[in-house]
């Protein structure tokens, strides 16, 4: 570390690299006028423009900082710069260029990171990405929008109502004011602003764990069609009815119950041909489009789905739906425990861990990783602190933001790096190297356990079949992904008669055929690519020759879900996600099947 650098001067901090913007350094041109003072405030934003620039930024992000903070607060257009830049940031070689929406139990698409961000025009940024959805004017580095320039003037004028002092609170917090209103819509006039606060923070957070975009979605051509105007509208609409769906999500998020957390009382009744056999078990994000839940809901015998964040079975959360007529008492989770703290799954990483960083859970594990500048960008800027100083507040800022964003963790001094692959796996709960091997690529490994089961979740849910079936099971497995149900049931200790399992990934389905080799199952793995090819004349076959399905287990796409998809969020109408409906179809069939064979 460089003694000679001040802990406090961190104007100088290089913020961007290559892999995450692209950065333009055009030659700047300086008006001058022919008065001294205005010679001296062209030098002198010339000078501070030059030195932004230099850092890195766009020339036109440096111009509306300097615009919109003055001249002279060099910290202030700092944090405004972080806080914009972030927009048109990141690195897109950190996206699968291989992106296959049915190769999986669930698709993550990733939050808050457009990589194709720098390819949008100018006003469809503008339109679609800025806080409160206005373009004209800011005041510390937070954009305003009309109404709230007129609140703030009635503020001055002492005319307010109750409720637009609560909006204009609100906004003065840094919520957008269209979220504000739901805000206030759903928890009602009399809410105080706590309450309102709580519930737009639990909207924010819920959107930030979901899912990310996947890269071929962000391409110009995707754009919401129509003018600037109703793009926006579209957007709004979006948003508001992500916050909407969040209302409904349970807090904690621990479904009928988890190891650590039991509800006292728990009760359910189903409907008749939703009991009949065989058990099924379907998955998918939580925070979708209103009403989603809804529709499968439906779909599925009118069974409410149980929510569960899968923070209260490891070290890294997971929040997911899951809609099933499996029985909810007797239930056990696997033994021995996995850790369930950072510091209990990376031991090591204590001693480096800085006081500034509060977090002992990891966010959703992603498909893919940060990359190599991002870490070194990270470790060039806190070397720059003295030696025994906390960063400043700019900084930590910045690098909690993505150390949250990536999962990266310490592994020494002012170093943080991404997860391993076999750190992922234990994370999920698979055994170490069963990504591993096999001509599979280290990208792959990462994509493939990024679409995955969170295994000691689903074995939690699933242990109640072991007493059920103790001679073993068939199993029909639909996205089947790298076998995050089968790793479960065998972890459970259920033998796997037959396991008929259907995945579009070469990769994944490799990796399934490995581990049912490498763990000497006994039964017979049956592996098909297509669900929307499983016909009802297939299953007949399949369900004549093995005697039956015990178990339809499964999770359609969710790239038309995720509360990030502000592109093609198009609920179960999309084009990936409408797999959901080959789920129903398939389980209809098996059903029907087998009721007419007498196997029920």
Known sequence: MD??????????????????????LNPVTTIVGNEEACSSRSASRSKMFDHFVGMGFSDKLVSKAIEENGEEDSDSILNWLLTFSSLEDSPPQQLSTNFDPCSSDYNEIFPNDLSDMDSWSDDEIEDCLKPNGAPNGAANGVYRSEKHKMLLSLAASGSLTEREEKLLSLADMGYPLEEAEIALERCGPKALIGELSDFLCAAQMAREEDCYLPDDDLKPKHLLSGSSKSKKRKFLEMKKNVIEESIRLPNPMIGYGVPSMQLERVHRSLRDDARAPPYF?????????????DTISRFLYDIEPEFVDSKFFSACARKRGYVHNLPIENRFPLIPLPPLTIQQAFPLSKRWWPRWDPRDKLNCIQTAIASAKLTERIRSALERVESEADPPESVQRYVMEQCRKWNLVWVGRNKVAP????????????????????GISRTDRYKSLGNSFQVDTVAYHLSVLKDIYPNGVNVLSLFSGIGG???ALHRLGIKLKNVVSIEKSKVNRDIVRSWWEQTNQTGMLIDFDDVQQFDDTRIEQIIGSI???????????????????????DGLEGKESSLFYDYFRILGSVKSVMRNNRFA
């Open 3 to 24: 003694e000679n650098v001040s802990g406090g001067d961190v104007s100088d901090v290089d913020w961007t690299t290559d892999d995450e913007s692209e950065i333009n």
């Open 281 to 293: 078990y379907y998955e998918n994000v939580a925070l979708t489009p209103k009403g989603v839940w």
């Open 419 to 438: 997860l391993e692959p076999d750190e992922v796996e234990m994370l999920l709960g698979f055994p170490k190297n069963h990504t591993r091997g096999g």
């Open 485 to 487: 149900a089968e790793v």
């Open 547 to 569: 005697g039956g399905f015990d178990l339809v287990v499964g999770g359609s796409p969710c790239n038309n879900l995720a509360g990030s998809n502000r592109v093609s969020r």
